[in-house]
């Protein structure tokens, strides 16, 4: 969340930097400075009162020792108990809204973030690679349906739609493709590989800005207190959640292979053919926890982290940078990967390379401490290293061959054990 202190203190630069990304976020400044009035008077009054209720009890003591009668000044003290008791649940209430609507208020974007209303306003940062040329390009769909690597049929019949069941060959190259993208980012890029649980409670989905904001989008248990995970960044970031990490162990690098549960609320026509679109999909996640004037610089390298995998496998991608009006709730600048599927005739997105500075931090009390003794909010970041369905799709239909068969990657041969799928 927002430091409360910035609102205070440059409300109209907190309200300017938030009216680019659209909505009515901004709006809820004032209401939060209601708050933080309310809050702090009700503090104030309250301190007062404690020092007239001390010096009014000592006086008491005094009159007894003399034989005086006390009970005005008794009264005047109950009274002041009842006020303070009073202002306690004014506080209260106020500490709660500010909290619940600070929450609701997204991260302010990076002064240099391209001012856009939606995604047809992100600029093109760069390209890598060629479009294979490949004369009808088949899809996904009919390429691994005629081998056998994927059935949405039974999928439907024991799930619903927006599933699929990876059968054969296409079970193999999707682990193939999990441990590549595992060894790559721990063996070469210096990453942790840790593994979590697939379900958090709420508090972690607070934690990294999934809730309030998006739970719609996700699939809760046990009255909305536990959540299946729409993405391993909840998990792996939440490791460290209400910490104060010693500043030695700065920059900490962690990656994890997790499915990832989405109800895609609201994508009702938007493309969902195949396996461009669906609720459960596996994927490898980034994170990076770092000091505050490193975490800019982190997330360029991030990103080449995550560039990488795409460069290893040989595939024609491009990155964006998202403007203000396409920008998650939590972060401060995003990149984002795109791919090329020649069967889609389009790219994909497979990876999102997001710098939040202590936007999580502060929602998970995440900090750390320097050499003078000093505790700080730390930086977050976290990037896809990649989402498997886009990689998975952008593969086979890149390396699709005339007579219907896939060739493999040399780089992925090890992993998957041949050269080809026919």
């Not at 595992?182 to 070469?188: A, G, I, P, R, S």
């Not at 809760?220 to 299946?228: V, Y």
């Not at 729409?230 to 939440?238: G, S, Y």
């Not at 699709?400 to 992925?412: C, K, M, N, T, V």
Request: aromatic letters at 6%; a negative charge; proline letters at 5%.
């Amino acid at each position: 969340m927002l430091d409360i202190r910035i609102i205070r203190e440059n409300p109209e630069m907190v309200r300017e930097r938030l009216k680019p990304r659209g909505g009515d976020a901004w709006r809820l400044v004032d209401d939060v400075l209601k708050c933080d009035e309310t809050r702090r008077n009700s503090e104030t009054e309250k301190q007062s009162l404690q020092a007239k209720r001390k010096n009014a009890s000592k006086k008491i003591g005094m009159m007894k020792k003399n034989g005086e009668d006390t009970s005005v000044l008794e009264n005047e003290v109950r009274a002041i108990g009842e006020r303070i008791k009073e202002l306690d649940a004014i506080s209260e209430e106020a500490s709660q809204k500010q909290e619940a609507l600070l929450m609701s208020i997204p991260n302010l974007p990076h002064v240099g973030c391209p001012v856009g209303l939606d995604e047809t306003c992100n600029p093109e940062i760069k390209k890598w690679g060629e479009k294979p040329n490949i004369v009808n390009p088949k899809d996904h769909v009919e390429l691994t349906t005629k081998l056998g690597m994927l059935s949405f049929e039974d999928a439907v019949r024991i799930t619903g739609s927006g599933f699929v069941v990876y059968r054969g060959a296409g079970a193999r190259l999707e682990r193939a493709l999990i441990n590549f993208l595992l060894d790559v980012q721990t063996q070469e890029n210096g990453y942790q590989e840790v593994g979590v649980p697939f379900m958090v409670k709420r508090e972690c989905m607070e934690g990294t800005g999934q809730l309030p904001k998006f739970e719609e989008d996700m699939y809760g248990t046990e009255n909305q207190q536990r959540f299946m995970i729409p993405t391993a960044e909840v998990p792996v970031t939440n490791l460290y959640r209400e910490m104060i990490v010693p500043e030695s162990q700065l920059p900490i690098k962690m990656t994890a292979y997790t499915p990832c549960f989405r109800r895609e609320a609201g994508s009702a026509g938007r493309d969902n053919k195949g396996m461009i679109r669906i609720h459960q999909f596996d994927k490898v996640e980034l994170v990076k926890i770092v000091k505050p004037d490193h975490s800019y610089d982190e997330l360029e390298s991030l990103l080449a982290d995550a560039e990488s995998i795409l460069q290893k496998l040989g595939l024609h991608y491009r990155v964006i940078e998202l403007c203000t009006g396409d920008l998650g709730f939590s972060s401060a600048k995003t990149y984002d990967i795109e791919v090329w599927a020649p069967g889609q005739g389009k790219y994909l997105e497979v990876s999102s390379c997001s710098c939040f500075v202590d936007y999580q931090a502060r929602r998970m009390k995440l900090r750390y401490k320097d050499a003078d003794g000093k505790n700080h909010f730390c930086h977050t970041l976290n990037g896809s290293g990649t989402a498997l369905p886009r990689l998975f799709v952008a593969l086979v239909e890149s390396y699709q061959q005339p007579d219907g068969s896939i060739r493999i990657p040399e780089a992925l041969v090890p992993y998957f054990g041949a050269t080809e799928i026919r």
